[in-house]
């Protein structure tokens, strides 16, 4: 029996794993796992590494390669193999540094050289939006992994580490890092089954997404920690004991419950601390699979199981490979424990995953079973070849890959994996594109249900074909789940009536344009097209009114970039004089509040007066506030914060001009706060409540509820400055249910 382990995750700790490192230690840690490891191939990267980066600073002010170090010492930590390593020391070189793909190729050949590339972000496209680069970056990923796993394992021990040091990076960085993280990383990291960085991202992710939440369950779970282990630590004593007398080799431990597994429960089930069953776990690895039973037995018969919390996943494994068996307990006292058996094999492969796996480590890659294991990167690939659309890409990769699962079996036994509230209709997609084209009914358990069936664990599904149907009906679309799904049944149709959606799709752009008094002529000329298509996935504008056509694309998004060009070409002579008149005069002058009437803000130029000036809604930006002006076309001067992401990253500096906060008399400004809640009954009441005890006035309100019952409140409110603002988010953040709260910046 080995000692008790009760080591809380930390984020702090975590964070200071980022101290020096050195090339010694590097190697150090690979020998010992791999003592044949070409040495002289992994000093050579870190040679290249140490000359490319050289002089390039960390935010931290360390010097740029002890990034890379730490990168190659995850991967190390992982027990991956030489050119995972390289590929570790190196992944920044092709983007930050001067050297080039082909003089890696020489130096370290083709396969270190194409997981550098597959790690490597793409290149910022002038002519796209931020959201569509980011797009673009995912699907090159996912053409990576399905070439290489390894890809997204170093991209994954790359993203870590930046975690880790992400406080050195402004509140704005540190946010949408963790927010990508949380929604794009993790879910991967789930997938292949690599637990021990999954829960460390979860930490960190949850330190600079809801702090507060982040220390009050950290300073709960050390609070109680000396007791919880003793009480653990009789319980382990008392099994040990049981399983000695049955001469069952084993070790034991126990498991902590991660930070973030405990915010979930606790602020997105609404439940207290104590409520949660298995803060307290203890984790049993035993030789082989009979044992595990045997063990489930023996612990079954000390303590009451409690029903419906018990999980076989050796008899079923989750799709990333996961094996192992959970009970949740009545122990001592009535205090509820969970435990954890598995055998030594199911343990590597629940910590590390597919890394535990690797079929590379002798060098050369075998085509295996384990191949199958990753059918979602293929089927990742599938639907990625037909998206067109930036959002509907997003939606369907978190959406369907990145949820909930529900495990159902095929006639033949098969498991099937599938988003949680999935239908029959879903399950023959997933199958093939032709059964669910062709579906025309369902059985569930061996009865006969409509197609809008909820699918639940366990549930055995046989699809009814027909060779004779027409195809999938697009009442289909209102009940499917996987947003996989959806994109397949669109596809047919868009497909089947490819002719007739380009005519209704150019029909709907041309009924819009006239709608709001404009000549469609004069805005669908082959120059506009051309640009809005350029900011677009379609390769023609027959394929954008297509997409109109059959649904996939909105058509106000088109209309609303074709009014844009024409608006910005028609004042752009306009705006030229005012610009030259602005730059050639410093005199001084006010400009009007939002309301008050009140002298609010002062800026430079000659002439200002005759402009509009207006307060930037995406930002909304308050007294106290660092604000700048940023000159429109055709719509005067828009005030916006500083920070404000629209303005950090214009690709037209020259339009920015000075202002200042001017004294004024008291003035009320508008303000939009972003809410993210749970969806309890009451819940806005009290924010209306607490929001009247400060005299606080809300002007606007927005509410959106996901799927998964979080509410996504836009609320704006009217106040005197941004100190004011920021009184209201911290009391916000202490009404029940509340995740977190943050203002509005582009």
Same mark, same amino acid.
């Given at each position: ?347 590597? !492969? ?134 996989? !799904? ?163 990253? !214009? ?29 309890? !009954? ?65």
């Amino acid at each position: 029996m080995q000692d008790i382990e009760i080591l809380y995750t930390n984020a702090d700790a975590a964070g200071a794993k980022g101290g020096t490192m050195t090339i010694d230690q590097l190697i150090d840690a690979v020998k010992a796992y791999h003592p044949s490891t070409d040495e002289a191939l992994i000093r050579r990267a870190y040679a290249c590494a140490a000359a490319a980066h050289e002089g390039q600073k960390r935010n931290s002010g360390e010097p740029y390669i002890i990034h890379p170090l730490h990168v190659a010492m995850i991967l190390a930590e992982l027990q991956m193999d030489d050119q995972s390593i390289c590929a570790g020391l190196l992944h920044d070189v092709l983007e930050d540094t001067s050297v080039t793909e082909e003089e890696m190729k020489q130096e370290f050949g083709e396969e270190i050289t194409t997981l550098v590339d597959g790690v490597t972000k793409l290149k910022q496209l002038q002519s796209k939006s931020k959201v569509e680069n980011q797009v673009e970056n995912y699907r090159k990923m996912v053409m990576a992994m399905a070439n290489d796993i390894r890809v997204i394992i170093v991209k994954l021990a790359d993203r870590l580490h930046n975690l880790r040091t992400l406080d050195y990076k402004d509140r704005a960085k540190q946010v949408e890092k963790a927010t990508e993280t949380i929604e794009i990383y993790v879910p991967i990291a789930h997938r292949l089954g690599i637990s021990t960085i999954k829960s460390e991202l979860e930490d960190l992710c949850l330190k600079y997404l809801d702090p507060d939440a982040y220390f009050e369950i950290s300073e709960l779970v050390h609070k109680r920690l000396d007791e919880r282990k003793e009480y653990i630590r009789k319980i382990m004593d008392r099994l040990s004991k049981e399983l000695e007398s049955l001469g069952i080799h084993f070790e034991i431990s126990g498991r902590p419950k991660t930070l973030y597994s405990i915010y979930k429960k606790m602020y997105q089930q609404n439940k207290t601390f104590d409520q949660i069953f298995d803060v307290s776990a203890i984790r049993v690895i035993v030789d082989t699979v009979k044992d595990c039973y045997s063990v489930l037995g023996v612990v079954h018969t000390l303590w009451k199981p409690i029903p419906k919390r018990f999980k076989d996943y050796i008899a079923m494994p989750k799709q990333n490979m996961y094996q192992s068996l959970h009970t949740t307990l009545i122990g001592p006292g009535g205090e509820t424990f969970e435990v954890q058996i598995r055998t030594f094999e199911m343990h590597q !492969t629940a910590e590390y995953g597919i890394a535990a796996h690797w079929q590379y480590k002798e060098g050369r890659r075998k085509k295996t079973a384990f191949d199958e294991k990753l059918t979602w990167v293929r089927q990742l690939m599938e639907w990625q070849k037909t998206a067109t659309d930036s959002k509907e890409y997003m939606e369907t990769l978190k959406g369907d890959f990145f949820s909930d699962e529900v495990y159902v079996f095929s006639p033949g036994g098969d498991v099937v994996e599938l988003t949680r509230g999935s239908t029959p209709v879903d399950f023959a997609y997933r199958i093939h594109s032709d059964i669910g084209n062709h579906c025309v009914g369902a059985k569930v358990d061996g009865r006969l249900v409509p197609l809008n069936h909820v699918l639940e664990n366990g549930n055995i599904v046989e699809i009814l074909t027909s060779k004779n149907s027409e195809g999938p009906s697009r009442d289909w679309l209102s009940f499917v789940a996987n947003p996989s !799904t959806k994109q397949k049944i669109r596809q047919f149709f868009k497909h089947a009536n490819r002719e007739v959606n380009v005519e209704i799709g150019r029909d709907m752009v041309v009924q819009d344009l006239k709608k709001d008094g404009y000549h469609p002529n004069e805005l669908m000329n082959d120059e506009a097209l051309e640009s809005v298509i350029a900011r677009t996935s379609f390769a023609s504008p027959e394929d954008l009114y297509s997409a109109i056509g059959f649904g996939s694309q909105t058509v106000g998004s088109v209309t609303g970039k074709l009014k844009a060009i024409y608006e910005e070409k028609r004042n752009e002579e306009a705006e030229k004089k005012r610009l030259e008149n602005l730059e050639s005069s410093g005199e001084v002058h006010a400009v009007h509040g939002p309301q008050s009437g009140d002298e609010a803000v002062r800026i430079r130029g000659e002439g200002v007066s005759n402009l509009q000036i207006k307060f930037a809604q995406c930002c909304s930006p308050v007294p106290g506030d660092a604000i700048i002006g940023y000159i429109t076309m055709g719509r005067g001067i828009s005030i916006h914060r500083a920070d404000c992401v629209n303005i950090v990253h !214009t690709k037209q500096p020259e339009r920015m001009i000075e202002v200042e906060w001017a004294e004024t008399k008291k003035s009320k400004f508008f303000s939009t706060l972003r809410i993210l809640a749970r969806n309890k !009954t009451g819940y806005m009441a009290d924010i209306v409540e607490l929001l009247n005890k400060m005299e606080i006035n809300m002007s606007g309100l927005q509410v959106h509820t996901d799927a998964d019952n979080t509410s996504h409140i836009l609320m704006t409110i009217e106040i005197d400055d941004a100190k004011q603002v920021y009184e209201v988010m911290r009391k916000i953040r202490t009404v029940p249910n509340t995740i977190n709260v943050f203002r509005m910046n582009g």
